[in-house]
């Protein structure tokens, strides 16, 4: 393998990897809270389905951003009310939320354009064009690490530059800032947090609302810049692989960032059968490469790799001592 395809490889695990940080670091906020997720696949669907055919019907990506953010934020309501406020399983309300939006999505974009529930292809105004990052043509000719900055680092929509700079922003809230440190305690003790006279509701209802947020910017990339549209199912299972990604990096944001990385570079590999079955001299079926992500993701949540402890009042509802 060349360094030109690898530098290819590299740049469609970067432009995979995004959407799977985006849902990872969106977990990250609501598990830390004592909540678990396991619906960030319905809330990138809906944001998905949404930006897709906002963008499409007014012709401006921005709103259609607005749209998938506001479609994820009234999932993650939902699951606020049903887990926070009525107490309820939280992994129940969670994979309703992904049937609904696995059924409800369709349905409204069948209704909307009548193509068999997907969007009509999006262009111009309406997608998150690429953008050139300064001094690019001057950075080709130093070896190797210009064309590394020319073609892996340029290149990319503001989504993707947007969930990098996530990382950092998450690791500094969670960690140096008061809410920060609230946050972590109310999924670890929240009895203590109550006791401090901090309202453990609001923090986490402010928590799955974060979550709304992230979500939807992780179904909107996935409409208007991974691809041209909202089809059907689009998600894949993403939201799954982000949890399982969550875990592997036992809810910690750098680590997240490096496991999303992984699973992007294993959906990378399935789209080059071709480079893989060189470098190894075996004839490797593609449905096998397909699905290395996902098995990577059933050995991860099995519990094989390392043992990762959950915030200890994770997926408990808290229920005020009088």
């Known amino acids: ?23 990872s670091l969106a977990g990250l906020y609501s598990e830390r809270a004592g909540i678990f997720d396991i619906g960030l696949e319905g809330k990138m669907l809906m944001a998905a389905m949404a930006s897709g055919a906002v963008a499409f019907l007014t012709g401006s990506v921005w709103l259609g951003l607005l749209a998938g953010i506001g ?15 009525f ?29 068999g529930g997907r969007t009509p292809p999006l262009t111009g105004e309406a997608r998150f064009n690429p953008i050139t990052l300064p001094f690019v043509e001057e950075a080709r000719g130093i070896p190797v690490i210009g064309p590394l900055y020319a073609d892996v680092i340029s290149g990319h929509s503001i989504l993707v530059y947007a969930a990098l700079a996530l990382v950092p922003i998450s690791w500094w ?39 709304g947020v992230l979500c939807g910017l992780a179904g909107a990339y ?32 750098v680590a997240a960032l ?11 590999l399935a789209l080059r059968p071709d480079v893989v079955q060189a470098v190894l001299q075996v004839k490797i079926p593609v449905p096998f490469l397909d699905a290395l992500p996902y098995v990577l993701t059933v050995i991860v949540l099995a519990g094989f790799i390392g043992k990762a402890n959950p915030p200890r009042a994770g997926g408990k509802p808290y229920v005020k001592e009088r």
């Open 173 to 211: 809230v969670l960690y140096r800032t008061r809410f920060g440190l609230r946050l972590r305690a109310v999924g670890e003790n929240p009895a203590a947090v109550d006791t401090a006279g901090v309202s453990v509701v609001g923090l986490r209802f402010v928590a799955v609302a974060i979550t």
């Open 71 to 85: 479609a994820s934020l009234v999932l993650a309501a939902i699951h606020g009310l049903a887990s926070i406020t």
């Open 1 to 23: 393998m060349d360094y030109a395809t690898l530098l290819q490889i590299l740049d469609s695990t970067l432009r995979l990897a995004t959407p799977l940080l985006l849902a």
């Open 258 to 268: 490096w496991a999303c990385l992984l699973f992007g570079f294993f959906q990378a």
């Open 222 to 253: 996935m409409a208007t810049a991974l691809q041209a549209g909202f089809g059907r199912e689009m998600t894949a299972g993403r939201g799954y692989i982000a949890l399982a990604a969550l875990i592997f990096a036992k809810w910690r944001p």
């Open 87 to 115: 107490r309820g399983n939280q992994l129940i309300a969670g994979v309703a939320l992904n049937f609904l939006s696995s059924g409800i999505t369709v349905l409204v974009a069948q209704r909307l354009f009548g193509q």
